[in-house]
């Protein structure tokens, strides 16, 4: 009888590794002496050391060629949130997600790593320390976190210690650092366009931002620490700077430190709110006609007004983390890394 070949436990897969995430947790996993496939729909750089797999994840042949003798597989692929495409999110981050774990079982990967997110539980009300024993939102606040709660379902129910595959869901918040093609550019973008002039809400309300490195670390961790003796299977797990800071300041660091005016006029919560509504059932409804995309959407202004940040005693306790850059040094090394983008540039 042919024995099956255990893939060897430095061998690993990053789905949506071409991503801002994705690439900075290949560039660790690297350091620490793994070698990495990287299954993407796009190539987005070239390294030593890593496979390119080119395909999209809801193909499965196209995936098994990137898992074979591969132990451990990281899922952190998602269509951007702004694209704000329900059939594209349902596409990837469910139906896709289930044919990357029928993947895995098939090529033998034993444990599986998935990148959820802290939204999961944010139904655009305060979250204060929240703890991953919240209930999942009953009323996701956009398709992108519908989706992310199906996904983040898909991955947990499927750890399996019987059948030796198992699953851990790492949930970050606001991850922002080099390369990041979201929340400084957006930022910049509307700053630019003169629209950052105002705070929405009284300015005081406290929200975490992680930096990159930080939730890369986490990643590993829970990986490495995945085992079926672990508490860690089938479990999620905030993963934060554990620096909570009020919004706008953090807006303000970033736009000051390239060059722009902070925000100084105050504008009341509910309106804004109200009119990013408005403007998101305008742009659904006049669709066919004309497409435009607003800037203040409803999920962003809930982000902008309120609290939320996130405990993370169960990583601390289970796996052992610790923020590895503190929220000065990363957004230091955020701005410097974005010489394009300063005022005048
Ligand atoms: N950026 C954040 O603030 C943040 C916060 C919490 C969670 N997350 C999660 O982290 C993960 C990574 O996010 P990111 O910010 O690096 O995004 P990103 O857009 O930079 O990376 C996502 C990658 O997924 C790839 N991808 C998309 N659809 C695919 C498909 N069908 N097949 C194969 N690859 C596909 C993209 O090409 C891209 O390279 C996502 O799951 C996201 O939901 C992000
Ligand atoms: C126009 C201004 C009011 C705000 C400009 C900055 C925003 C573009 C970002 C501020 C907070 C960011 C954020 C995300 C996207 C970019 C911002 C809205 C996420 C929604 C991206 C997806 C993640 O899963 C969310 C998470 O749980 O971490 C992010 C939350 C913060």
């Not at 290949?26 to 350091?31: M, P």
């Not at 596409?91 to 774990?101: A, L, P």
């Not at 089938?234 to 009020?246: A, L, Q």
């Not at 006609?289 to 990583?315: E, I």
């Amino acid at each position: 009888m042919a024995t099956r070949v255990r893939p060897s436990s430095k061998r690993c897969a990053v789905i949506g590794g071409s991503g801002f995430l994705g690439r900075h947790l290949v560039e660790k996993l690297l350091d620490r002496g793994y070698s990495v496939s990287v299954f993407d729909i796009r190539q987005s750089y070239e390294l030593p050391g890593v496979t390119f797999h080119q395909g999209d994840l809801c193909d499965k042949q196209a995936l098994l060629p990137a898992l074979k003798d591969v132990s451990l597989v990281f899922h952190c692929a998602s269509p951007a949130p702004a694209s704000d495409d329900r059939g594209l999110f349902e596409r990837v981050n469910i139906q896709g997600t289930r044919t990357v774990i029928q993947a895995c079982i098939e090529a033998g990967v034993q444990k599986m790593v998935l990148t959820s997110s802290a939204s999961v539980v944010f139904e655009g009300t305060d979250i204060e320390n929240g703890r991953e024993d919240l209930p999942y939102a009953k009323k996701p606040i956009d398709f992108y976190t519908e989706t992310k709660i199906q996904q983040e379902k898909l991955v947990l129910e499927a750890c399996d210690k019987d059948k030796g595959f198992l699953t851990v869901a790492i949930r970050p918040h606001g991850i922002f650092g080099p390369r990041d093609p979201q929340l400084v550019p957006i930022l910049v973008d509307t700053a630019r366009r003169g629209k950052m002039k105002f705070i929405i809400g009284d300015g005081t309300n406290l929200v975490d931002f992680t930096f990159v490195e930080n939730v890369v670390h986490g990643h590993i961790l829970a990986a490495e620490r995945l085992r079926p003796d672990s508490p860690a299977c089938g479990k999620p797990y905030h993963i934060t700077n554990d620096e909570p800071i009020k919004f706008w300041d953090f807006m303000s660091e970033v736009l000051v430190g390239l060059g722009y005016a902070a925000p100084r006029y105050h504008l009341p919560y509910a309106l804004v709110y109200g009119l990013a509504l408005l403007l998101w059932l305008l742009a659904l409804i006049l669709h066919p006609l004309v497409s435009f995309k607003p800037t203040f959407t409803p999920m962003r202004v809930a982000l902008a007004g309120t609290h939320h940040y996130y405990s993370c005693d169960r990583a601390k306790e289970d796996l052992g983390y610790k923020p590895v850059v503190g929220l000065k040094e990363g957004i230091e090394r955020t701005v410097q890394s974005y010489p394009h983008l300063r005022q005048g540039a």
